[in-house]
C-alpha cells in the first residue's frame, strides 16, 4: 500500500499554498501554491520537491491551468498529486490541515465540524481579509478529499493563554462582551514553533523556558512566552497593532484615525486601505521592502533612515517591555522570518543597545547566521541567549493536526473553552 501522506493548506483570496508531508518519516514532500485564482489568464500552478536522488537541486514545476475558483485550484491540485505519486492519490492523504486566520477564543487545533465552521464564519467579521477564503479552502478540500478527517489551526490559539490584563483593551467593557473587541494576536503557529524550537535548543524542557519570539517579516509580530504559553503579543484585535511593518502601521493614537476621517474626509474603507496598506516602511520610506530601506539609509536617504530607526526602535521597545512582562526572567531571545532570519545588520542594530538588557551579541555568529541558518548569536558574556530559528508554519500546522487526528490534542473534537 502506499504510503500516506498530510496535506497542508493556507487559502488566500485569489490563492492555495500547499505543503505535503509523508509520514514515514515526517517530513515534507512536496510544496507549492496556485496562484491568480479567477485569473483565466495567469492562474499558475508552481511546486517543488525534494530531488529523489537526493541531489542539491530540487524538481521544479510550473503548470498553468485554469481555475476559477478554490474548488477548481484544489481538484487540479489533486490531479497534478495523482501524476506526480498515483491515480488513488487522494485516498493516500489522512489528513488536511488548514491554516485559519482568525479563531476567536478558539485555544486548540481542532477537527472541523459545522460548529467550528460557525465559529470561523463568526470570526470574519473581526478578520474579513482572511477568514472568508479560509473557509473557502476547507469547502473546497471537504469536497475534493471527501471523508478525509480537515483540521483547523488558528493564527490566533497559542496566543488564548494571555492574561485578561493583557488582552483586554482599555474600553466600555460592553464591546468586549457583546462585541468580542479585545487583543488576539496574530502568527501563533509561528511563535508556538519558535518557542519549542528555542527550548530544544536550550536543551530546556519548553514548560521552563521563557523566551521572547521576534517575527520579523512583512507582517511583524513579538510574544512573550512564559514556560511555554504566551503571555502577550503585539498585535492585537486585528494584525495591525503593535510593530510597523512592511505596509501596516502598527501603533498609533486612535485620535489619528478620527483626524484623518474628520478632517481629511476619508471613508472607512479608504483609512483601512491606508493604515494596512499604504503605512509602515511603504508610508514613511516610500518602499516596504527592507532590503530597500537598508541600501536607501547605507546611501544617505534621509526617509530610509528614518524608517529603518523606526523599525528598530520599536523592536527595541518590546523587548524591553517584554522582558518586563516576564519579570526580567527571559532565556533567550528568538529571531525569525524573513528579517529576522535573514538580516544580521538589523538583528546588530536592535541589540548592539540592549547590553544594559542582557543581551550581547557576537558579531561573527551574527554575521555568519543568515539564509535559513539556525543557531546562536549570543557571545559567551551574554546573561541571556539570542537565537536565530527558521520559522515553519507548515511543519506546525502539520505536526498539530496529527495530534488532533491521532488524539492526541485535549477535547481535540470540541472547540475549546474562553481563556
Ligand atoms: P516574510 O514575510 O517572512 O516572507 O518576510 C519578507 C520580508 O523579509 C521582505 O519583505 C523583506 O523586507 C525581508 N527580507 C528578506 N531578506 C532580507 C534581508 N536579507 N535583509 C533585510 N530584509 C530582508
Redo the contacts with the bound molecule.
Sequence with gaps: MAAKKLLVVNAGSSSLKFKLFGLEPFAPTMSGMFDRIGDKANCVLKASAPSPDGAAKPRKWEIKMQAANHVEAMTGMLGFFREQYDKAFSSQVMAVGHRIVHGMDISQPVLLNTDVMAKIKAAAVLAPLHNPPGLQGIEAAQRVFQGVPQVAVFDTAFHQTMPPHAYMYALPYDLYEKHKIRRYGFHGTSHKYLAEQAAVMLNKPVGQTNVITC?????SSIAAIKGGHCVDTTMGMTPLEGLMM?TRCGDLDPAVVLHIQNQMGLSTKDTDTLLNKKSG?LGVCGH???????EGAQGGKPRDALGLAMFVYRVQKYIGAYTAALGGHVDAVVFS???????S??RQLILAPLKGVGLSVDRAANDAT?DGKQGEISDSGSKTKILVIP?DEELSIATQTLEVVRGETAMANEPAAAA
Design positions: 517575527h520579523l517579516g512583512s507582517g512592511g516602511l516596504n521592502d527592507l532590503r530597500a530601506v537598508i522570518a524573513g528579517i529576522g532570519e535573514n538580516s545588520i538589523i543568515v520559522t
